[in-house]
């Protein structure tokens, strides 16, 4: 395939004199495309076969609790397991009536949310660590739709929130909470269906199309968002979410214009709270190493604050607001709101996306961690019923989540027993405890959100070290975090991802051709400009591309290329053309004079070392489209009027086959000679033309 000749092996590296060298020869296989419609009836038929065997697979595969609960290891497993259950259980209580302050939810629904999403992972997830539940950003995102929705149906959000009117008729015939979770269920439930349809068209590769940095930009960007929803609870201030893009700064202005309302019982109640969390949370961070389990100081405060305003009476006195009556049990289901569906589905799809993202990551770097796989399109599955049955049960959108999963690894789980275990935990708070918590103050919840979101915030002290390793991440980081916290959260993550695709094909704009040398007498050629002690070979340039060749840079391929050759074929054609049109002239005014003309000399080829060969590296190009190919074509066909012949090296067999299928060589009718398996072999070869031709330059 590669080179003139059959035979194989590889010339010696001395030469008679005069004799043509012969590359190293590879024999290509020859494969044999099956048709089209039998590859699909092969597909069809493996798909769509049922037996036995298959069915149990498929059964396991769905239902991965199947797999791993027959070969559970009681005596190894079961404590870690048990431990890190109640624990995350414990942490969960709180957490979950406060991140339904940010989904605009009351504490009930946190409650149901979690337990529900405990269960359902356990049974169809596939990661054995990470802890599925309420996240912060993902209630951000449905709390800003139901914020909106409220608002559209007529609901008052103002300060007279707990009075709710309903003006439009069209409406829900329910108050202001009913309907806030009948929009938070009915965004839930088309998340999970997108989810389930993703999962279906076995999408989950789509995860590696979000970066580190797009996912931690848009994380803290939310984070920033979260924080500024949370002052107004902090200072006891009753103000309507701001809504549409800018929400950020929007906050901050009624902030600013309404501090003289500022609640002094809730201000020092959260200060409180603050000063006694920020710390404990540092030295459950510093000494996680040493301690079996984190101390659930949140748990703590939550008791404590709870009793200081039931007993200190702080609603009646001082105006301060509780979560109020949280029932015991379960309400019957119900359907989601059809109707709505329209209204929220784009808000649906970023909130699949998000979630999905989320939870892949993390199910993918702790199972490297610990030395297992999961399946991506089976966790875009399990997440997506996560959302779709608790939907019925008046839940709200949920995921993995960082800080919680970080816990129950630390803890000891070794498989997602320990899930079930934190469910039957909150079943048990469900059932008995939740109604204790009626005096709670919001502010409490609200404090408990902002010290979670230390981790997100830190992300600001690693930008500087973050610039360092490579700018390209910086910036998207950056972008994403910036138009995150300051546009709009959807928004963020969609610049983020438009930010990352246009860096990727920036890169492939701004790779640049680079002029190789040889190191001694080794088969290495490196960048002369980066490399000290290379050497060229006399009349053969070898150059490197590092990018593929195709639409979007072929011109500028072709652009780098002659500047870094120093000869461009169309300018010297040109000015050959105005050289001869000159001659030509002067043969005529000297016959007109009847003078001897002198004789005309050729074009020739730019002044520096001479050469009659170019070689180009390939390796670097990862492949070719039929853009690329006719830019090699025009560059092999300019060079080749100049007298100069073009060599590719290196080439993978997809560029080859590219190659091939372009028409820019035929091995059987064409000259095969044209690409080598190494730059050496192309060396040789332009070598050896030049000690047979004696003067390749006019004569190739």
């Not at 009624?254 to 969390?277: A, H, K």
């Not at 190009?621 to 073009?646: I, N």
């Amino acid at each position: 395939m590669m080179a003139g000749g059959e035979g194989n092996g590889t010339a010696s590296d001395v030469e008679p004199e005069g004799d043509l060298h012969i590359p190293f020869i590879l024999e290509e296989r020859e494969r044999e495309e099956e048709p089209l419609k039998k590859v699909l009836n092969q597909k069809l038929k493996k798909q769509c076969s049922c037996n036995p065997g298959r069915a149990k697979a498929l059964l396991f595969d769905s239902i991965p609790i199947l797999k791993w609960l027959p070969q559970y290891q009681v005596k190894d497993w079961l404590i870690g397991d048990l431990m890190s259950g109640v624990i995350v259980g414990i942490l969960l209580v709180p957490q979950s009536i406060a991140y339904s302050l940010l989904a605009g939810q009351d504490p009930i629904y946190g409650l149901y949310t979690s337990f529900f999403s405990s269960i359902i992972y356990a049974l169809l997830g596939t990661s054995r660590h990470i802890s599925v539940g309420i996240f912060g950003v993902l209630c951000l995102l449905v709390g800003q739709v139901v914020d909106r929705e409220l608002a559209v149906a007529g609901y008052l959000t103002g300060p007279q929130s707990n009075l709710t009117i309903l003006e439009n008729s069209t409406a829900h015939q329910c108050d202001r909470s009913c309907y806030a979770i009948i929009v938070g269920a009915t965004v839930t439930f088309t998340a999970g269906v997108y989810q389930v349809l993703m999962g279906l068209l076995q999408v989950g590769f789509v995860s590696v199309f979000l970066s580190d940095s797009l996912l931690s930009g848009f994380a803290t960007g939310a984070s920033l968002t979260i924080l500024t929803s949370q002052l107004k609870y902090l200072l006891g201030l009753k103000l309507p979410r701001a809504q549409g893009w800018g929400s950020l700064l929007k906050t901050w202005i009624s902030l600013l214009r309404n501090l003289d309302q500022t609640n002094i019982c809730d201000l020092i109640t959260s200060l409180l709270c603050l000063i006694v969390l920020v710390p404990t949370k540092e030295l459950n961070d510093r000494f996680k190493s040493k301690l079996k389990a984190p101390i659930p100081f949140e748990l703590f405060v939550v008791i404590i604050a709870t009793l200081a305003s039931h007993f200190g009476q702080f609603q009646e006195k001082y105006g301060s607001e509780v979560a109020g009556a949280i029932p015991t049990g379960f309400m019957p289901p119900q359907l989601p709101a059809w109707s709505l569906i329209p209204n929220i589905a784009v808000d649906a799809f970023s909130v699949a996306i998000v979630g999905f993202a989320i939870t892949v990551s993390l199910s993918e770097m702790f199972a490297k961690k610990h030395g297992y796989v999961v399946d991506p399109n089976q966790e875009m599955y399990a997440i997506g019923f996560c959302n779709i049955f608790p939907s019925f049960f008046r839940c709200f959108t949920t995921s993995a989540a960082l800080t919680k999963t970080l816990v129950k690894e630390s803890t000891g789980c070794q498989t997602q027993l320990s899930g079930l275990i934190t469910a039957l935990v909150l079943l048990l708070v469900l059932l008995v405890i939740a109604p204790l918590f009626y005096s709670l103050q919001k502010c409490v919840l609200a404090v408990i959100i902002v010290v979670n979101l230390r981790g997100a915030l830190r992300k600001f002290r690693d930008v500087p070290q973050m610039w360092r390793m490579n700018r390209i991440d910086a910036t998207i980081w950056l972008v994403t975090m910036a138009t995150s916290a300051l546009v709009n959260t959807e928004l963020g993550l969609l610049v983020g991802v438009l930010v990352s695709a246009f860096s990727v094909l920036g890169r492939t704009q701004q790779a640049q051709v680079f002029k190789l040398g040889q190191a001694g007498d080794h088969e290495i050629f490196e960048d002369l400009a980066s490399y000290k002690g290379l050497h060229t070979e006399p009349g053969v340039a070898v150059f490197r591309y590092e990018a593929p060749v195709y639409y979007a840079n072929q011109t500028l391929f072709k652009k780098s290329l002659y500047r870094n050759v120093g000869l461009d074929p169309l300018k010297e054609k040109a000015r050959r053309k105005k050289l001869e049109k000159q001659r030509k002239k002067q043969e005529t005014a000297a016959n007109g004079a009847n003078q001897d003309p002198e004789e005309a000399t050729d074009a020739f080829l730019p002044q520096g070392p001479a050469f009659h060969t170019l070689v180009i590296d390939c390796s670097a190009v990862l492949f070719l489209d039929s853009a690329g190919v006719g830019a090699l074509k025009e560059v092999h066909k300019d060079y080749k009027e100049l007298g100069v012949r073009l060599l590719l090296a290196q080439c993978s067999t997809s560029v080859i086959d590219s190659l091939r299928r372009g028409g820019y060589y035929d091995p059987k009718t064409g000259s095969p000679e044209v690409i080598f398996h190494t730059i050496s072999d192309a060396v040789h070869y332009a070598q050896s033309l030049l000690s047979q031709n004696g003067d390749c330059v006019t004569k190739c």
